[in-house]
C-alpha cells in the first residue's frame, strides 16, 4: 500500500538520521505529526519537505518585527523591509530556488503577490502555489521535471 505524502513526510522526519540533513542542527525538523489542516501547518509541512529531502527550507516573516515602547509599554510593529508580495517561504533543492505561496482553501493572491510571482518567474526561479501537501508535491515533481534531469 502506498503511503500518503503527508503520512511518508512524517516516517521519513522520524527515520532520517540527524547527520544526513544539510541544516544547522538548531533548524532540524522535530518529530511531530506534520499535516495541511490551515496555512500555518501547510507551510510547516512544505519547509520541513525540504529539508528531508536534501535541500534547505525558510519560511519568510514578511510582517515585520514587534517591539515595545519604552514610553507607553505598548507593543507597536515596525514594518519589515521584504518586497510587498514576498513568498511564504523558500526552498533549494538540487541547485533550483522555489518560492512557495501558500494559500489555503479559497484564499486569493493579492495584486502584489502576483507581481512578486511574475518577477520569480521572469528571473528563471520556480513559484508555486501551495493548497495542500498533495497539491505541492504534484507541482514540485513538475518543476523538477521541468527543469532537470530527474523524474523524466
Known sequence: MELSQLKQLNQWVREKPAHEYIVPKSSLPKVEVYSDVDANELTKSIETFFKVVGGFGNRINTTGRMIKQPKTGKWITV??????????????????????????????????????????????????????????????????????????
Open 79 to 152: 514594518p519589515g523591509h521584504t518586497i510587498k508580495g514576498t513568498a511564504d517561504l523558500v526552498g533549494g533543492l538540487y541547485g533550483l530556488t522555489f518560492h512557495v505561496e501558500v494559500k489555503h482553501k479559497d484564499d486569493r493572491q493579492s495584486p502584489e503577490q502576483v507581481e512578486f510571482q511574475n518577477m520569480v518567474i521572469a528571473a528563471g526561479h520556480s513559484y508555486i502555489i501551495a493548497r495542500n501537501f498533495d497539491g505541492f508535491i504534484f507541482n514540485i515533481h513538475r518543476e523538477l521535471k521541468k527543469r532537470t534531469n530527474l523524474w523524466k
